[in-house]
């Protein structure tokens, strides 16, 4: 314990633990994703779906448990992070000039944010049902839910917007979590990342798919 505690206590061992969580992370969104994508074979495909995940009963749970603990262990790591690089660096650099630094890399804090209200609002929206902006949830019915639910403008934008937010999340995340954990040496070419590349767009495409077929009439 003492050791495990020690470990987590360095920079190095909350880095460790943001990679391992977010590679879990990754491994949902890209199963989540294809499921979603039942949504395309209509009602029958997607609801038979449903209803076979939630028929494996304690599989799920155990499921359930470890993104929960991955997504709460990811996010607080980031959060000491934060504060320690903040602490060993009080004042700013006056000049800075990051080796590599995208787009993504800069909005991983904001993006993370972002998400993290996005699981939250998603959950309540699609497996509670306690908010229901089409005024009806089932939960027998997932397509209906999501057809019912993306015909509106302002839930199809909020899920657009936020799955941007994944993609340029994971583009970076899915680059720096194998870097993290040691599995991948330094890249000499620090810019070529073309592994991270396809799973941010797949998992982008394969997401915004969804909401952008129904609000545009193609899902219905
Ligand atoms: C456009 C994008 C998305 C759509 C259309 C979508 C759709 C859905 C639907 C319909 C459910 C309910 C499934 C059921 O009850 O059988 C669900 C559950 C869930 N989604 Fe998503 N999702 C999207 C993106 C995401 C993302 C990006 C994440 C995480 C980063 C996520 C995390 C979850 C979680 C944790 C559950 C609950 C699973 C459970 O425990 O039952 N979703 N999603």
């Given at each position: 314990m003492g050791r495990l505690r020690k470990f987590y206590g360095s920079m190095v061992g909350k880095k460790v633990v943001m990679g391992v969580t977010g590679l879990i992370g990754i491994g949902f969104v890209i199963l989540h994703s294809l499921g979603n994508l039942l949504v395309f074979r209509g009602p029958e495909a997607i609801n038979s779906y449903s209803h076979f995940l939630k028929s494996t009963g304690e599989l799920l749970w155990t499921l359930r448990v470890v993104l929960f603990l991955a997504v709460i262990l990811h996010v607080v790591a980031a959060i000491q992070l934060t504060r320690q690089s903040r602490a060993a660096r009080p004042i700013g650099y006056t000049k800075r000039e990051a080796q590599v630094a995208t787009i993504a890399s800069r909005t991983m804090r904001w993006g993370g944010a972002l998400l993290l209200v996005f699981i939250v609002v998603h959950i309540l929206h699609f497996t509670t049902g306690n908010i229901r902006p089409a005024g009806v949830f089932s939960r027998e019915d997932v397509y209906a839910n999501v057809v019912t639910s993306f015909r509106i403008w302002w839930v199809t934008l909020f899920y657009v917007v936020a799955m941007v937010a994944l993609g340029l999340h994971l583009f970076h995340g899915a680059w720096s979590s194998v870097r993290s954990i040691g599995?991948?040496?330094?890249?000499?070419?620090?810019?070529?990342r073309r592994l991270s590349l396809v799973i941010a767009v797949f998992v982008w495409a394969a997401f915004t798919a969804v909401p952008v077929a129904v609000f545009s009439g193609i899902v219905r």
């Open positions: 599995v991948s040496p330094p890249s000499p070419q620090p810019l070529h």
